[in-house]
């Protein structure tokens, strides 16, 4: 289950302070401790293995969530015509997760599901592991899915659509779920941030999809009170981001970041050109200072996996729907990784079927882990 953290007071960071925004929003007091972790358990039957985590702005969960009827069904049955109770593999989150190998960790973003949406919450737990087929094993716990949720609830910042705005969600391999906790840091009241441990291998995973900055107002979330702009936010959710991070560090755990983080880095990162506004120019380097610069320097020293595998490889997680393919994209959706993390592999799903109905498209990483069970697919 999904828990929240009621109160905070981290030990002091070694890492030079960032100044915060001239209009820092209050935030809601941090918990005190996070619990402390042994070292990856080392069994006789412990073995080298893998863990893939994939990451993806669905930009709305719902097309997903419809059971649609083949056109088999609106046929005449008769004694010999087998039932089935399998859904088909067009907008199935499952067909995706089977093109995909079944990996350990999916993080979505922008899931747009209402806090009080009970019902589509049900449905994104049976989907993903309803059979796509008759020959579809939904007993193994390596092919089933747990799904975790962050929703938004401040009144005052997420209240288009019904509510229908943001939203996160992390759906976890149970033959891996086991001693997992799933965290929602009390001062993103957004739906944007879940964090993952996983004691068995030293590691938080954090799914995340960060504030995009634009002029738009933020406000208190306590009195509705416009205290500054989206990029002042988009800066303060960078802070309280690393600092999260940071906190874990401290404790001997292993991070990763996966998510849309609305950032892209270099002209490298973007075609035709990146968004050259001062305030854009402000939340690329403020970026870099709390994540990539290192930690003599107040960063958090983290490897941008994609970079680190593929090199200067030119490819693309935002793809526009407005425009034709190719016309104009950014590579905006980042796995980033912590010194102590093995990395084996990552890449961005760049075409247009993978994108579905979204905006963006799927990216992935695969890291190196000591494991006591972890199933291959």
């Known amino acids: 289950m999904s828990t929240r953290t009621t109160s905070l007071s981290p030990p002091p960071l070694k890492r030079r302070r960032i100044s915060p ?5 209050p935030t809601s007091p941090r918990p005190s401790t996070i619990p402390k972790i042994s070292q990856p358990e080392t069994t006789t039957h412990s073995r080298s293995t893998s863990l893939r985590i994939y990451s993806w702005n669905i930009n709305g969960i719902a097309p997903y969530l419809n059971q649609q009827r083949s056109i088999t069904s ?5 004694s010999a015509t087998p ?8 907008l199935s989150l499952r067909a995706c997760f089977r093109r995909w190998a079944f990996p350990h960790i999916v993080c979505l973003q922008e899931v747009k599901i209402a806090p009080q949406d009970t019902s589509s919450q049900t449905s994104v737990r049976r989907v993903v592991n309803d059979p796509l087929s008759d020959d579809d094993d939904t007993t193994a716990v390596h092919r089933l899915y747990d799904a975790h949720f962050n929703l938004p609830r401040d009144k005052h910042n997420a209240t288009g659509f019904g509510g229908k705005v943001y939203g996160v969600c992390m759906l976890v391999r149970r033959d891996i779920a086991t001693a997992l906790k799933v965290r929602i840091p009390d001062w993103d009241l957004e739906g944007r941030v879940q964090i993952l441990e996983l004691p068995k291998h030293a590691l938080v995973v954090l799914g995340v999809y960060a504030v995009n900055g634009t002029t738009n107002p933020y406000r208190d979330p306590a009195t509705g009170k416009v205290v500054g702009d ?21 404790h001997g755990w292993n991070v990763i970041i996966a998510g849309d983080i609305n950032i892209s880095q270099t002209p490298l990162d ?3 050109q990146l968004r050259m506004g001062r305030d854009h120019v402000l939340n690329r380097t403020h970026f870099r200072d709390c994540f990539i610069k290192g930690k003599e320097e107040g960063g958090l020293g983290m490897r941008d996996s994609f970079r680190e595998i593929r090199g200067e490889e030119r490819k693309f997680s935002y793809r526009p729907r407005e425009r034709a393919w190719g016309e104009g994209m950014d ?15 990552a890449d961005i799903l760049d075409t247009e079927d993978e994108r579905g109905t979204s905006d963006h498209v ?3 990483v695969e890291i190196e882990t000591a494991s006591a069970g972890i199933a291959e697919e």
């Open 331 to 345: 590579r905006v959706d980042l796995v980033l990784v912590s010194q102590g993390v093995k990395l084996k592999d």
């Open 362 to 364: 799927p990216l992935c």
């Open 21 to 25: 925004p001239k209009a820092s929003s």
């Open 74 to 78: 609106f046929f005449p049955t008769t």
């Open 83 to 90: 039932k089935s109770t399998t859904r088909p593999s067009s």
């Open 230 to 250: 989206r990029h002042m936010r988009k800066r303060r959710f960078h802070e309280e981001l690393r600092h999260e991070c940071a906190r874990y560090e401290d």
């Open 270 to 272: 973007s075609y035709p």
